[in-house]
């Protein structure tokens, strides 16, 4: 075990670095057992390091008794070991391992950090695409099966793969967004009261008394507007004590939010929240193409598609395309899951785009501190964001002035005490000002082509899931 | 009200640009009236953009009627306008505005959100320094009042050049990491056991069971360890359940939290978190110059001192020196916040650094998990690091082997059942690794010599604060 005894002069090379230039170098390399085979006098072991592996030959001779191949031959597959081996050329390529054209001839080799003998589930099998499983009656692994022992699940290429990526996301959300102007802000999660009247919020204790949990920032958003940071944005946990069990609902997930001022019009804002999510693809497709290509090859999925200007639609135009599909839909009827789906297809269609944004939402269906168009009293200059079809971001420019704040609470029948405060942060002079708030998760899962948003969140919360 | 009713091709002008080089223009700017003073047939008004403003006039004459003189003195403080006029050079600086060499002839000026006339602080005392405030018997702002009123507080100068800070803390975090080679993850904050016994932990109704929320990142942290990402960082709330009312204790803050992998001995992830401070420290001083000075105005403070390398002292050392300044301390005790402070002040003046290592804490008084030190028993591989002289990272060498977290849990009379997870996590092969969390809001209070921690939350959560 290694308890930091002593600080060894001793260089551990990387596996992705094994190649035919160290060919007769001495190395040592510190790596997972991922395979090994006895084999008479022999022992092949493949090493793993997050995606890359090379195979690893044991076998009786000057650096190696057969005690030591036999030692080899029995360590626990994902023990860590430190291996001191000469880097090979191989003359036929090693087909199953990305270091192809060199092998590892072992001299020493110790076991760092020991595996039990039985794993829960084979990294091979968790990476097997469904269809070669299906078809050829190959073991995959189950959700669940992989959920509850997580740690092994994520030593996968493939889960590898989805959350470097979704690291980039927040990256390229921030990268944008900074270079746009937008300060950095952090927001309470323990709030004292429910924002919208109190459905769907986990209760805390709070000491002697009772608080919630935030079911996103907005509040804090708006008030750093009305503070003068006029262009904000925030990371962080958003919390919904919704009995959802369906594949894009958790109870707990990451929320890309934004807020900015603006000067006349919230399509301003509307054009700058789309304009970083091209960044975000644009920049995955650029920095991220192993990764997708990774993931592809478990869960193939066509290029994620989008255009430049962001295909902005009306409400009403979508309703003309749905019922034209054949859908009966009232024009202030909210969009169900199934032709928020279909939408999205016939969108693809006729544009040829996986991302659009949906403007001009029938007030009746959105929060009450939605701002009303001037134009049509029934419909709000408010708009979702989809991705091949489903909801990423939800987003409104929201009423700044008190008194029509507090007019729309009533008719929504809101308890005005309870939301005080949040009408008192408007009385000092408020900007004009729109937002939105994105699922990371779920923009992870749909950019990748996904299926379920537990896929996409390394340890998910759900009705059903609070471990591991 | 802006309703978003068009979208007029009108360009505003930020206040920071009207200098010289735009004597003669006409110009629109928005802006907050910041003061107001009619005299005679004239109305000054200064109109502030976060830290900047200019002085504006409305004169009687070709394009202002004495209505709209009295129309601008009525104006509310605070409220935001949108003015048009012609920006002229004056022949003495203005001394009390950031535009010293001009002003605005104002020629249109419409009320874009009007403030209520009694605003519950004066932003001129709310960035005045104490002293001031004391010797010259003139008006400050106590912290309730701030705080009651964030929204206020806020705009002021000293309140936005800390936050821009902040968030520049995050962000040099992030990119000295990410440069480094670490991966971002996102981490739960509901979970269903309280890792360390259960104590100073918040208990979240979870549907029809309890839930807790996570002190720490820190299991998952070690979870991404175990699953192979081999160096992560997040950044995000951190809940603690404590009942202390102090100037440095929060109920809710962020935590900077860094876990990684290394090779033979912990020193390896303790040099890269000292670097990573290091580089935040340089960032800050390099990139932020204008906010440190703003925020000195109001509260005078000594520049951050730091060396390269951090100096690295070892707990018996730091002991040695309190016991030559008279303290008696047993070899197994813990620093007291006293003891702490006048360490800080011990080191500071032997060796001229405000930021510090202590290594080698007494196993005694470190958690469980800690990895205690193979030449002595009774010492551990753990360490705190100290900004001016208080606390602001604790971290370790994690023990990554389940026989011997096992003991140590029975040491420590930890229910095994309830860390059962914890402790199958190192099952499966884990790599020896030590990590640590910050805490934000104590980094921009120790870096600008603040005073108080609910400076540096923007919505502080205390043992009796929870609004706004």
């Known amino acids: 075990m290694i308890q930091s005894q002593e600080k060894p002069d001793r260089v551990l090379v990387r596996i992705s670095d094994l190649t035919v230039q160290k060919a007769g170098e001495v190395v040592w390399v510190r790596a997972r057992v991922h395979t090994s085979r006895a084999k008479g006098k022999q022992c092949f072991l493949v090493l793993r390091q997050q995606q890359f592996n090379v195979q690893a030959l044991v076998a009786v001779g000057d650096h190696a008794s057969k005690q030591m191949v036999k030692f080899a031959a029995n360590i626990n597959k994902e023990s860590i070991v430190d291996v001191e081996g000469v880097v090979r050329k191989v003359n036929q390529k090693i087909g199953s391992c990305t270091q192809q054209d060199v092998e590892l001839h072992v001299q020493k080799i110790y076991v760092i950090s020991s595996a039990e003998p039985r794993l829960p ?59 746009k102007g937008f300060v950095e802000i952090q927001t309470p999660k323990i709030i004292s009261a429910a924002s919208e009247g109190g459905a769907n919020v986990f209760t805390v204790s709070y000491f002697k008394n009772n608080a919630y949990l935030a079911q996103s920032p907005q509040l804090y958003k708006q008030m750093c507007i009305c503070a003068d940071f006029e262009k904000v944005f925030c990371i962080g946990p958003v919390f919904r004590a919704e009995d959802s069990n369906t594949h894009r609902h958790l109870t707990e997930f990451v929320g890309l939010d934004i807020e900015m001022a603006f000067n006349y019009h919230y399509h301003e804002v509307v054009e700058e929240i789309a304009d970083t999510l091209v960044q975000i693809f644009k ?76 403007d001009k939402y029938p007030l009746a269906v959105r929060p009450f501190y939605t701002m009303p168009d001037p134009r049509n009293p029934k419909q709000s200059n408010s708009y979702d964001m989809f991705m091949r079809g ?52 779920r923009v992870t899962m749909l950019f990748l082509g996904l299926h379920n948003v537990r896929q996409t969140s390394m340890f998910p919360r759900d009705p059903k899931r609070l471990t591991p």
Not at 411 to 434: N, Q, W
């Open 283 to 358: 920049g995955l497709q650029k920095r991220f193409q192993t990764e997708i290509q990774t993931v592809n090859k478990q869960f193939p999925c066509e290029p994620f598609k989008f255009l430049e200007p962001t295909l902005r639609l009306e409400y009403c135009e979508a309703l003309a395309m749905l019922r034209e599909a054949g859908i009966e839909m009232g024009d202030e009827e909210d969009l169900s899951t199934p032709n928020e789906k279909l939408l999205g297809r016939l969108v693809k269609e006729k544009y040829d785009t996986d991302f659009y944004i949906l």
């Open 390 to 441: 489903e909801e990423i971001l939800s987003g409104a420019q929201r009423i700044h002035d008190p008194q029509l704040l507090t007019e729309r609470a009533l008719h929504h029948g809101i308890d005005l005490e309870k939301i005080k405060a949040y009408i008192d942060s408007f009385r000092f002079g408020a900007p004009p000002h729109a937002g939105g708030g994105i699922g990371l998760e």
């Open 121 to 179: 589930l084979q990294l091979d099998d968790a990476v097997r695409p469904e269809v070669e499983g299906e078809e050829e009656g190959r073991a995959t692994v189950n959700q669940d099966t992989r959920l509850d022992n997580r740690v092994i699940d994520l030593r996968t290429s493939t889960s590898q793969a989805i959350f470097r990526l979704q690291s980039g996301i927040c990256h390229l959300f921030r990268e944008t967004l900074t270079n």
